[in-house]
C-alpha cells in the first residue's frame, strides 16, 4: 500500500509512531497526483515545493520532540473558492486566474496552524454556483469511476482528490448539495455540519442555512478529525467575524460518540414525501435500506413530506444572491456561469411578499421536521436523484420524462435538507445499477453533530460488513493508464 492510500487517521498515528515521515507522505500524494489527475482533472493549482518544503519543516519539528497537531504532516487540498496565501486562488474563474491572496481564509489558517499540509486547490464550477464541476477556466472534472461523466459539485475537485488518493482530507462547501452531492458521485464521506459549527468569515449574509464549509474523506473518522480543526475557535478575533459561530468544543468533533449499530433506529425516505427522484436510484435504495434493515434496531418508512421545500429553496437563495452578485451582475461576461445568471435573475424579479411566504414555509417545514427524531436517531435519504451523468450536459434535461425546469430542480434531495438546516453526512453505500458510486444522507438533529458523527461511523461500519454496501473503489490502473493517454474528455473547456 502505498502511503497516499492510507486514510488520514492511520496515516497520523504512523506519523505520530515515527514510522512515516510527511515527506513521504506528501511525496507520495504528488505522485498519485501525477499519475492520475490528467485523466480526472480535479486540482486547478498543486503546491508541490511548498508542500514538500512545509512537510520537512514538520518532520523536523516531530524529530525535535515538538508537540504535534491534530493534522501534523497531513496533505490537505482545499477547494478553490477558498483563499490560500502565495497560492493561486481562482473560483474557477477567467477573471481570477491569476489571482494569488496574500492572506488565507480562516478555515485555511485553522488547518495549517494544526499542521496540515496545503497541497493544492480543487476544481469547482464558476464561483462554486452548480452540481457538475465545470467551469470556463479549466474546465471539467471527471467521476474517478469513469472520467466522461460528472463527479457532482460544487465540491466536485476535492471529493475526486480523496477519492482518488490524491489527497487523505480535503475542504468543500455546501449550499444546496455542494459537499453531499460529489460525496456520493466519487464514493466519498462529505460532512454538513449544523450551520454556525464551522466558522465562515466570508458569509455574505448574517443568518442563514447557505454558505457553509465542510470537511471530505475517505471515512467517518477522518471527516470528523478535519471537522474537529476547521470548526476550532482558537484564532477568536477571526471567528468573531462570522455572527453564525456559536461557542463550541470543537476538538470533541474528533472522537463521535460511540454508537452500536444494534440499536440505531432508523427512519428512512426515498423521496421525502415526492420530489423528483429516478427509479433506477429508488430501486437501489429500497434494496440498500432492505439490507440495513437487519443490521440495525429499527429500520422503518417516515412520512415526511419536504415537498415544498425545493421551491422554499428557490426562493430563499434570493437574498443570498443579490448580497453577493448585485455589485458585479453588470460586468457579466457571455460565458459567465449560467445558473449564477438564472439565480440573480430570478432573485430580482422575487417579491418580499413571495419572499416572506417562503420564510413561513420554511420555519413550518423545519417545525414538522423535529417530529422524526422523536422516534428515531437519524433519517436516511439517497443522495442524488438520478445516477451521475455525462459531464457535458450542465444537468439533466428531464428525470424519468418529467422536464427539469432549472439547474436546481433535480438537487431537492439534498437542497430540502438544507431548508430544514439539519446535519446531515454523505455516505457511501456500494455502487448502484450503473456501476458508478451510490450513497446516501444521513441526517441528525440540530446541533447533534458529535451524535450524528457517532451514528455515521456505526452505519459505515455496519456497511463495510458487505461487499455490496462498503466504500467503492476506483480502478487506479485503469485511470493511470488514461492519463498516458491522448486528451481524456474531462481536460476539454466546455463549449
Known amino acids: 500500500m502505498a502511503p497516499s492510500d492510507l486514510t488520514a487517521t492511520q496515516a497520523r498515528l504512523l506519523i505520530e509512531q515515527g514510522e512515516l515521515s510527511s515527506t513521504d507522505l506528501v511525496a507520495s500524494c504528488l505522485e498519485r497526483i501525477d499519475a492520475v489527475d490528467p485523466a480526472l482533472n480535479a486540482f486547478i493549482t498543486t503546491a508541490d515545493e511548498a508542500a514538500l518544503a512545509q512537510a520537512a519543516e514538520l518532520d523536523d519539528a516531530a524529530a525535535a520532540g515538538k508537540t504535534l497537531g491534530p493534522l501534523h504532516g497531513l496533505p490537505v487540498a482545499i477547494k478553490d473558492i477558498q483563499r490560500t496565501k502565495g497560492l493561486r486562488t481562482t473560483y474557477g474563474s477567467k477573471d481570477f486566474a491569476n489571482h494569488v491572496p496574500d492572506a488565507d481564509d480562516g478555515i485555511v489558517a485553522r488547518i495549517r496552524s494544526a499542521g496540515g499540509v496545503v497541497i493544492g486547490k480543487t476544481n469547482v464550477p464558476e464561483f462554486s454556483i452548480g452540481a457538475n464541476t465545470v467551469n470556463p477556466l479549466v474546465g471539467a472534472t471527471g467521476n474517478p469511476f469513469d472520467p466522461t461523466l460528472t463527479c457532482g459539485g460544487s465540491s466536485g475537485g476535492s471529493g475526486v482528490a480523496v477519492a482518488t488518493g490524491m489527497a487523505p482530507l480535503a475542504t468543500g462547501s455546501d449550499h444546496g448539495g455542494s459537499l453531499r452531492i460529489p460525496a456520493c458521485y466519487s464514493g466519498v464521506v462529505g460532512y454538513r455540519a449544523t450551520p454556525g459549527v464551522v466558522p465562515n468569515e466570508q458569509r455574505s449574509v448574517t443568518q442563514t442555512f447557505y454558505s457553509l464549509q465542510g470537511p471530505m474523506a475517505r471515512s467517518v473518522g477522518d471527516v470528523a478529525l478535519l471537522l474537529s480543526v476547521i ?265
Open 231 to 495: 470548526a476550532g475557535r482558537t484564532q477568536a478575533e477571526r471567528t468573531r467575524l462570522d455572527p453564525m459561530a456559536f461557542p463550541l468544543d470543537a476538538a470533541k468533533l474528533a472522537n463521535p460518540e460511540p454508537v452500536d449499530p444494534a440499536a440505531l433506529r432508523v427512519a428512512i425516505s426515498e423521496d421525502l414525501g415526492g420530489v423528483l427522484v429516478s427509479e433506477t436510484i429508488r430501486r437501489t435504495f429500497n434494496n440498500r435500506m432492505e439490507q440495513l434493515s437487519s443490521l440495525v434496531q429499527l429500520c422503518e418508512r417516515h412520512p415526511i413530506d419536504l415537498t415544498a421545500a425545493p421551491a422554499t429553496d428557490w426562493r430563499l437563495r434570493s437574498d443570498l444572491f443579490i448580497a453577493q452578485y448585485a455589485d458585479r451582475a453588470a460586468s457579466w461576461n457571455e460565458d459567465f456561469n449560467p445558473n449564477i445568471r438564472s439565480s440573480y435573475q430570478a432573485a430580482t424579479e422575487t417579491t418580499m411578499e413571495e419572499f416572506g411566504a417562503a420564510r413561513r414555509t420554511q420555519m413550518e417545514l423545519y417545525q414538522n421536521f423535529q417530529a422524526i427524531f422523536n422516534q428515531f436517531d437519524v433519517l436516511i435519504c439517497p443522495g442524488a436523484s438520478v445516477p451521475p451523468f455525462p459531464w457535458t450536459q450542465r444537468n439533466p434535461e428531464e428525470i424519468d420524462g418529467v422536464p427539469v425546469p432549472n439547474y436546481m430542480a433535480w438537487l431537492a434531495l439534498t437542497s430540502s435538507l438544507t431548508v430544514v438546516g439539519h446535519p446531515v453526512i454523505a455516505l457511501p453505500c456500494g455502487l448502484d445499477e450503473n456501476g458508478t458510486p451510490f450513497g446516501v444522507q444521513v441526517v441528525g438533529p440540530m446541533y447533534g453533530d458529535r451524535r450524528l458523527l457517532g451514528a455515521a461511523a456505526a452505519l459505515e461500519q455496519a456497511f463495510n460488513q458487505s461487499p455490496e454496501l462498503g466504500r467503492p473503489r476506483p480502478n487506479m490502473p485503469a485511470l493511470s493508464t488514461m492519463s498516458t493517454m491522448s486528451a481524456p474528455s474531462a481536460l476539454s473547456n466546455p463549449a
